[in-house]
C-alpha cells in the first residue's frame, strides 16, 4: 500500500465510526454483547490506541496516554464496568480524529519512500517494511471498524448505518 491509500483506509474507518457513535453515550459505549465480544468503548480504545502505535512507528508523538496499553491492547481484559481506567467516549472520539489527522501528516510527510523501508527484519531474515506494518494496522484498524455496526445495536438504535 502507498501512503495515499493508507491514508484514505483511515480516513474511510473514521468516517465510519463516527457515524456509528452518533447519539451514543459514554454509557451506551459500555454495553456488553451476549456473546464473547467486547463493548463499543473499548473497540474504539484498541483502535486508537493501535493508530497511536503506527503514528509513534513513523515518528511522530504519541497522541493518547500510556495506560491505554495495558486496558485497550492486545488480549486486554474485557471492560465489565466503567472504572479510573476507562476512557471518556467522548475523549475516545476526539482521540480518533487526533490520531487520524496525525497519522495523515506522518504519512504524508514520509512518503512511499519511507513506506518502502525495512521497518524490521524477521528471524527468517526476512524485511518487512513500514508499509508492511501500516498496512496491516490499517486493515486491522477497518477490521474493528466493522464491529462497531453489532455494537451499536446493542444500545438499542435498530438502525442501519451503512
Known amino acids: 500500500m502507498n501512503a495515499k491509500d493508507i491514508i484514505e483506509t483511515f480516513n474511510r ?3 465510519v465510526t463516527k457515524r456509528q457513535a452518533e447519539g451514543l453515550t ?12 467486547n463493548c463499543f468503548n473499548w473497540v474504539l480504545g484498541h483502535m486508537v490506541f493501535y493508530r497511536d502505535v503506527v503514528l509513534t512507528r513513523l515518528g511522530g508523538d504519541s497522541i493518547v496516554p500510556e495506560h491505554y496499553g495495558k486496558r485497550y491492547g492486545h488480549s486486554s481484559e474485557p ?6 481506567d476507562v476512557a471518556n467516549f467522548q475523549e475516545l472520539l476526539n482521540q ?8 495523515a501528516a506522518a504519512l504524508t510527510a514520509g512518503g512511499d519512500e519511507k513506506l518502502a523501508s525495512v521497518y524490521e ?8 517494511t513500514f508499509g508492511d506494518m501500516a498496512g496491516f494496522l490499517a486493515w486491522h484498524d477497518a ?7 453489532l455494537l451499536r445495536q446493542i444500545a438499542g438504535t435498530d438502525d442501519h448505518i451503512i
Do not use: C, K, P
Open 143 to 149: 477490521y474493528h471498524t466493522g464491529q462497531l455496526e
Open 79 to 84: 471492560i465489565l464496568e466503567d472504572g479510573e
Open 26 to 37: 459514554h454509557a451506551d459505549s459500555l454495553l456488553q454483547a451476549q456473546f464473547r465480544a
Open 121 to 128: 527484519v524477521n528471524d527468517d531474515g526476512s524485511e518487512r
Open 96 to 103: 480518533l480524529d487526533e490520531t487520524n489527522a496525525a497519522l
Open 13 to 15: 474507518n473514521t468516517s
